[in-house]
């Protein structure tokens, strides 16, 4: 069993930044596909960015697209999400999420293990 905790949410301004991470307790970690997910009220759960497992390949939905940036860190089992130039369109709970394999790292359904979630709250 895997458990994931996510920091660094906040309420920020249009156009701040915030980085959340994704601490994770395992010391396998470097053997997980890591990505971050985020649910606004009232809406499904979507994709926002993944990380393969050694962080040599990112993968992004288009409405973060040069904006956010996810990276990792394996040797601190921490997985982080860089977001720039905030939206308030951004404003969800961001939820990370973990597995051994991944087939469609777009989907939730790919993921075994999940966090708790980080608040992230942008004004306009």
């Known amino acids: 069993q895997v458990q994931l905790v996510e920091s660094g949410g906040g309420l920020v301004q249009a156009g701040d930044s915030l980085r959340l991470s994704c601490a994770a307790s395992?010391?396998?970690?470097?053997?997980?596909?890591m990505g971050w997910f985020r649910q606004a009220i009232e809406k499904e759960r979507e994709f926002v960015a993944a990380?393969?497992?050694?962080?040599?390949?990112?993968y992004y939905a288009d409405s973060v697209k040069g904006r956010f940036t996810i990276s990792r860190d394996n040797a601190k089992n921490t997985v982080y999400l860089q977001m720039n130039s905030l939206k308030p369109e951004d404003t969800a709970v961001y939820y990370c999420?973990?597995?051994?394999?991944?087939?469609?790292?777009?989907?939730?359904?790919?993921?075994?293990?999940w966090g708790q979630g980080t608040q992230v709250t942008v004004s306009s």
């Open positions: 395992t010391r396998t970690f470097s053997r997980y596909f």
């Open positions: 999420a973990g597995a051994r394999e991944v087939r469609l790292a777009t989907s939730p359904t790919a993921y075994d293990y």
């Open positions: 990380v393969t497992w050694s962080g040599s390949i990112t």
